[in-house]
Structure formats: structure tokens, C-alpha cells
């Protein structure tokens, strides 16, 4: 059976206005992959995840997103900004952060449809933080406020969910119990996740990608958490020294 790419990077440059952040990057992400995208402060993945949403157009080669051009193709994705980036004292509750995701997918201006509502609900459902939904965000725990981030890409209905370093500011005892989501939402979707951490992310994901300065350094076929751990060690080790 042929695997269908979902995202597609050929040859793609591109610099702000200085030197080359991504030189040359190839990418290819098949449907139902959970991949690790990885590299040091700088390396250029907030950039390469600004190309792959449309709101960064490559100076060379190209991206496709679905099929489509990342603008048009990006309606399929939900994407999880880094959580510190969302407001803490935003006075708005869970259910509302959650149907957030349905804006620019709902026909009806001005309101949510009841489609919406049930969409955001099983979203919720799904992160198991429906108890939650009436609670205002500023209550929240960053754990919790993590998830209600997730259920609003969710509630996009996605076929790919992208992450933006999630595992920052979280303990390692949620980070299991969120990665264990991840691997539970990656039956139905692909993933990508941004890390610096390689050591534990390896564990969770199939592939990992990793983008050093201007170059994606290594991509390794679908292997075992052992293998990726084996074959990153000294790179992990410099990542880590970076910090
Ligand atoms: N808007 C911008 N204008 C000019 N240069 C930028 C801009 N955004 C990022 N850069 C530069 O591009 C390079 C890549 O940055 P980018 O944010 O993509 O890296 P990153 O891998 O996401 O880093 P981090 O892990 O620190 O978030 C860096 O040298 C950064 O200074």
C-alpha cells in the first residue's frame, strides 16, 4: 500500500533579512507518523513550523501541506503553541478557550453552531478535562492548561497536530501522562512534536528530525526509542550543554 505524504519540504531556503536560517531542509511526513523535530535554540524549527503553516513563504524550493500550498493546505492542522504563550490571565473559561479552534471553521458569524459546541465538547472529552470546561484558564494548572490547548487544535478536527516545544515548564510526571495522550491521539492523526528534549521524546515518537542551525542534521527511518537514543547520544548531550 502506497503512504500518503501529508507534508512535503523539498529544498526549502530561507533567511529573515541576515544569513540562511533554513538551507536546502527536505522533509517528508507520512499520514500517521509521530515524528520528533529537534535541534538546539536558533536551529530554525519555530521558522520551518512557520513555513509548513503558511505564514512564512520559503525563499526556494517548496512546502506542501495535504496536497496544497501550507496556506491552503493548513486548514488541516491543528497546532499547539508553546502553553506560556497563552495568556495565564485571559479571563475566559476552558469551554471558550476550547471553541476558539472552531473560528474560521464555523459558517454561522457571530455564534458557534451547535456542531461547534459538540465538536469542543468531545475535544475536551477526549483530553479528559470536560470536568474542567467551566473553570476560568487563570485557575488552571499548567498541566491542565496544556490540554486545553491540545483540545483547541482538537477541536479543529485535524488530520495533523503539530506541538511547539510542549514539555516546557511541565514536570516529568505529566510529561508521561502527556505523552501517553500524544501516542493515544497519534491512532487517529499524525503528529509532530518540537522538543529539545531528544532523550525523552525518543521514546514516544517513530522518526526524528533534526534541524541544526541550517541544516537538518539527521533523519533516521522508523526505529526503536533505543536506537534513536544510540544514535543522538552525543548530540543530545551538546543540545543540553546549549541550555
Ligand atoms: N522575525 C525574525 N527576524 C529575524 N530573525 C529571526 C526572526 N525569527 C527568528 N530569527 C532568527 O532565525 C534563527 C532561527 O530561529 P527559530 O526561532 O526558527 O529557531 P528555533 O529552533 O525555533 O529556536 P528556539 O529553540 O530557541 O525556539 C535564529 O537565528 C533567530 O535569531
Redesign the pocket.
Known amino acids: 500500500m502506497k503512504q500518503e505524504l501529508v507534508i512535503s519540504i523539498k529544498e526549502v531556503c530561507f533567511s ?3 544569513p540562511m ?1 533554513l538551507e536546502h531542509i527536505n522533509l517528508d511526513v507520512l499520514r500517521g507518523e509521530f515524528l520528533g523535530l529537534v ?10 513550523l512557520k513555513i509548513i503553516l503558511g505564514l512564512l513563504k520559503p525563499l526556494a524550493g517548496q512546502a506542501s501541506v495535504l496536497g496544497l500550498p501550507p496556506e491552503r493546505g493548513r486548514g488541516g492542522i491543528g497546532y499547539v503553541p508553546q502553553h506560556t504563550a497563552f495568556a495565564e490571565d485571559f479571563p475566559i473559561s476552558v469551554e471558550a478557550a476550547v471553541l476558539q479552534g472552531r473560528l474560521g471553521k464555523t459558517r454561522v458569524i457571530g455564534d458557534y453552531t451547535r456542531e461547534d459546541r459538540m465538536l469542543a465538547r468531545r475535544a475536551m472529552e477526549q483530553v479528559e478535562i470536560l470536568e474542567l470546561s467551566t473553570r476560568p484558564l487563570a485557575a488552571l494548572s499548567g498541566g491542565q492548561r496544556q490540554r486545553v490547548l491540545i483540545a483547541r487544535a482538537l477541536a479543529v478536527e485535524p488530520e495533523i497536530l503539530i506541538l511547539d ?1 510542549p514539555t516546557a515548564h511541565v514536570d516529568l510526571r505529566l510529561e508521561e501522562n502527556f505523552f501517553h495522550l500524544l501516542k493515544q491521539l497519534n491512532q487517529q492523526m499524525t503528529i509532530i512534536v518540537v522538543s ?1 528534549d531528544i532523550g525523552f521524546i525518543s521514546h514516544y515518537v517513530n522518526r526524528v528530525a533534526c ?1 541544526n542551525q541550517t541544516l537538518i542534521c539527521h533523519e533516521t527511518a522508523a526505529v526503536s526509542g533505543e536506537v534513536i537514543e544510540q544514535l543522538y547520544g552525543a548530540s543530545v548531550r551538546m543540545i543540553d550543554h546549549i541550555h
Open positions: 529573515y533579512t541576515g536560517v535541534g538546539p535554540n536558533g536551529g530554525g524549527k519555530s521558522t520551518l516545544e529539545h534541524l
